[in-house]
């Protein structure tokens, strides 16, 4: 079995779903909070930026976590790196056509959330929780 026909796992059972899941929920619940005490503009704006941290974190979890087994090392390593240039030329070109494209627009709120959703990744050692088998 090579690299391109190993099993895939489902999307839903990789060990980064709860995190993806939480940075949703972040985003989601900080967008509507910007919403009710600042107003649509903050709202939207937050949910943008929200949504700049999460697609591209939902690419690059979909590109790094296609392969497994210790055969598709290289598979793994080279779609990793891949993963991550996507994420960050992503990113960039949704910046980009956020700013240009929308207004008006908050800035502060884009950033916030932004960080904000981005934040929950960075935490993600205490979501994930694997159990070890000791022989």
Known sequence: MNARTSHRIAFYKLPVFPVLL????????????????????????????????????????????????????????RSFYAGEAGKLILTAVLFALLFAGVKPLNPLAVFGVFVLTQSVGWFSPLLIRVKHSRP
Do not use: D, E
């Not at 929920?25 to 941290?53: D, E, K, N, Q, R």
């Not at 590109?63 to 497994?68: E, V």
């Open 22 to 77: 939480a940075q949703l929920l972040v985003l989601l619940l900080a967008a509507a909070t910007l919403f009710c005490w600042h107003g649509a503009v903050a709202g939207y704006s937050g949910f943008y930026g929200g949504l700049i941290a999460w697609l591209p974190n939902l690419y690059f979890a979909h590109k790094a976590f296609r392969f497994s087994g210790a055969r598709a090392a290289q598979a793994i390593m």
